[in-house]
C-alpha cells in the first residue's frame, strides 16, 4: 500500500512518459550527487511514514525524482530553464577601469603578449612566435592539470584595440580583447578587458570546465583588476620599455614594404 502511494505520488510530479525520449541534461557528477540525495531522502520519508505520513510521501516523491535523474540523466527542471548541464561551462570576465599611464604607454604594454604573465598569475607564460602568433601556458598551483594553447592576433588598432584567440584545436579555447581609451579627466587610461575560456567538449571537457569555474576563474578575475596595481606600481618602474629584438627586426622590413 506504501509502495503504490509514493508510486501515484511520483506520477503526479513527473510524467514520465513525456521525458522518456529526452536528451540527458545532466552531467556524471550531478548524477552521482542525485543518487546520494535521492537514497537520504528515501530512506528519510520511509523511516518517518508512520509519524508524519503525508510528509514523508513529500520527501520519497522528491527522492524518487533524483533516483529518475539520476538513472536517466534527464532532469525536468533544466529542461524548463533550458539548461543543459552537460554542456561545459565558460568563463566570462569583463573589468572596467582607469590607470594612471598614458594610452600609447598601456597599450604598447598589453601588445605586448609576453608581458601578461607579469600581473596575471594565472599564466606561466606566454611566448610569442611573431607579430600575430603565440603560444600561451596555464599556471595552475600544483600544476594539477597542464592546460597550454595557441594563440593569434584576431584584429588590432594601434592604441585603441587589441583582440586575440586561440587557434582550432587548442586545448582550451581562449579569447580577449581590450580597448583603451583616454580618461574623461584628461589623466590616464580607460581599459575594458574582456576574457573568456572555453573547455573542450566532451568528458575531458567537463572536468577542465569544472576546474575553470572554480580556482581558475577567481585567478583570471583577480589577474584583470591586478594590473591597475602593476601598471601604477613600483614592480612597473623596472620594466623595459624597450621593444624587442623581434619588433625592431620587423619594423626595418616594414619600412621596406
Not at 592604441?159 to 582550432?168: D, L, R, T
Not at 580607460?190 to 567537463?206: C, H, K, N, R, W
Request: glycine fraction near 8%.
Amino acid at each position: 500500500m506504501i509502495l503504490e502511494e509514493i508510486t501515484g505520488k511520483l506520477k503526479e510530479k513527473v510524467d514520465f512518459s513525456s521525458i522518456q525520449s529526452q536528451h540527458p541534461n545532466v552531467d556524471l557528477a550531478e548524477r552521482v550527487l542525485s543518487v546520494l540525495g535521492g537514497v537520504f531522502l528515501t530512506y528519510q520519508g520511509l523511516k518517518q511514514i508512520r509519524k508524519h505520513p503525508f510528509l514523508a510521501l513529500q520527501e520519497a516523491a522528491a527522492g524518487g525524482l533524483m533516483l529518475y535523474r539520476a538513472a536517466t540523466g534527464f532532469c525536468p527542471v533544466y529542461a524548463v530553464l533550458d539548461k543543459d548541464g552537460t554542456d561545459p561551462g565558460a568563463i566570462n570576465i569583463t573589468e572596467s577601469f582607469i590607470v594612471d599611464r598614458p594610452r600609447t604607454e598601456v597599450y604598447a604594454f598589453w601588445r605586448k603578449l609576453e608581458n601578461l604573465p607579469r600581473f596575471m598569475k594565472h599564466l606561466a607564460s606566454v611566448d610569442e612566435h611573431d607579430r600575430t602568433r603565440s603560444h600561451w601556458r596555464a599556471n595552475l598551483p600544483g600544476e594539477i592539470l597542464k592546460l597550454n594553447w595557441n594563440a593569434e592576433i584576431t584584429r588590432e588598432d594601434e592604441n585603441n584595440y587589441i583582440g586575440w584567440q586561440s587557434v582550432e584545436g587548442s586545448m582550451v579555447e581562449n579569447a580577449g580583447k581590450v580597448t583603451f581609451h583616454d580618461a574623461l579627466n584628461g589623466s590616464g587610461t580607460e581599459l575594458t578587458v574582456d576574457i573568456s575560456y572555453f573547455p573542450p567538449a566532451g568528458s575531458l571537457g567537463q572536468g577542465i570546465a569544472r576546474l575553470l569555474n572554480g580556482l581558475f576563474e577567481k585567478m583570471v578575475r583577480s589577474d584583470v583588476t591586478n594590473f591597475k596595481h602593476y601598471i601604477e606600481g613600483e614592480e612597473y618602474k623596472t620594466y623595459d620599455h624597450k621593444p624587442s629584438i623581434m619588433e625592431k627586426v620587423e619594423d626595418v622590413v616594414n619600412t621596406f614594404k
